[in-house]
Every structure is written in C-alpha cells, then in structure tokens.
C-alpha cells in the first residue's frame, strides 16, 4: 500500500472516529435514561427516582384484587417508561430540556399532575403538566374491545373535572389514543342533534346540560394526547421489567449504529468527491471520469 494511500485512509478513520464518539456519547446518554428507568438510581448525578420499574415491579398484589392492582401499577410503569423515552429522544434530538415525574420533584401524589418539564437550569416549565390515565382496562373484556370507551367515561366523570379545570393534558396509552377521540367525536355528534332538537322546543335546563357535557367532550380531545407507551408495553413493563428495559435499550443501539454507519458513508464519500474535485483542478482525471 502506497504512503499517500494511508494517509488518504488515515483522514477517513479519523473523522469517521470522531463522529462515532459523538454519536456513542449522545446515544449512550440516552441509553442511560433506560437504565436510570429500572433500576431507580443514578450513580453519576446522585439524583434517585422515587421508584424505578424494578421496585414498582416488586409491590405486592392481593389476590383478591389481583387484576385491578396490576393494572393501577402498570400505570406507574407506564410513567417512568414515558419519561425514559422521552427523555432519551430529546438528548438524540439535542433538546435540553427534560420530562420529569413530580413525585420525583419531591411532590409525591401532586393533585394535579404526574409529569411536567423542565428546562435546562431545572425550572418547571408553565403549562408543562400533565396527568397519566391508563384507564379502562375490564377483567371482563380480555380482549379491550372496549377499553376506549370506559376510558372517556371515566374522563367525564366528576373525579376528573379538576384536571380539565386546571387544563391539564391527558396522557393515554399510545393504542387508545385514536379511539377514544373517535369516541369523542361520536358523542359530540350524537349530543349536538339532540341540543338541536332541545333548542327547537325551548327546553333551557336541557339546552345547558347538553352545552355542558359538549363542552367537556371537546376539552377532553383539546387536551388528550398520545403517550410514547401502549397499554401493552405498560403491562409488560410491570410483569418483565429487566426485558423491557432491554427491549428500549436495544433500538437505541440499532439507531445508534444506524446513524454511525450513516456518518461513515457520509464521511467517506465527501472525501472522496473533494478528493476527485481536486485531480480534476489539477488536471489528473478528467471530469468525465470523476462523475
């Protein structure tokens, strides 16, 4: 092999490293937001989670209530995995602010909100807070053909106006989410035809009670959005939390490695073109030949 073969080899391994130590170091901190998600620990910072998948994962289940108790820690699952994957796509996309749980801000069961985020220095983001509701899940309805559906029902209910009154947003699992704005959607129809009808009559006590619960309707699909965890991955979180951890683990290594194998060919080829662009300046190929 020729001396300026080497070289010419030498410039390409070097940026090629230098660009994958950035991307290790981005994807590795990302990776972490997993780890930190399990185990509840965070050697390097000091900082603890008030519990990681691990510990949630380990509560007891009384028998008697088994379905209900899996599935409310389940939704604490839900949570710390939401604040994982989000965390961990805002460090790939170079976006410093973070999602974090109250009740690892110090205000464990906040009234309010389970979540809000905070900027670079550690302040709490306004308009940042949003609640978690894994809802609608029935031992009697394996299938969770209906899950949707209960889901906004309890939404409407009295136990949850004071998250619409705060406006809170809503988080709902990923496989819910579309249905139960179809839901929604369906009820404010059915309800506005029957405001119609009442409007033609006269009747205002019904009038007003119909405003009311189509007015609720459309702030619950203002304020819902999907969360990054399906009811699925929820309950796996709970029941197989070391697997699931490296289950997220594993496709942000495969992006990584994406990416990485992205910057070589990128890095490669630019050499190469400058390299060719240069002979044609000095006469050495033609330009036919270096496209």
Known sequence: MSKKKEKDDDLVLAGISGASYETIQKYGSAAKQHYLAYSGVDNET?????????????????????????????????????VARTNAEKIINRDRTRKIRTDDLGSVNDPLYDTVSIDADGNIIDGSGAQMKFLGASQKDPSGIGDASRALDKLQSKKFEKYLEADAKIDVPSDQYEKIIF????????????????QETGNTEQIEKIKSQIDKLEKI?????????????????RLHPGLSTAMDVAKISHKA???????????????????????????????????
């Open 46 to 82: 000091g900082k603890n989670l008030v519990k990681g998948l691990k510990q949630i994962a380990e509560e007891k289940v009384n028998p008697d209530y088994a379905f209900q108790n899996m599935h409310q820690q389940a939704g604490f699952s839900a949570e710390v995995k939401d």
């Open 257 to 291: 490695g994406v990416q990485t194998a992205e910057v070589a060919a990128l890095i490669g080829s630019s050499i190469s073109i400058v390299k060719s662009l240069a002979s044609v300046c000095k006469r050495e190929i033609e330009a036919e030949e270096t496209v």
């Open 221 to 237: 699909r203002k304020n819902l959005r999907k969360s990054t965890v399906s009811s699925d991955e929820a309950l796996f979180a």
């Open 183 to 198: 839901e929604a959607n369906t009820k404010i129809v059915r309800l506005a035809k029957q405001l119609k009808k009442q």
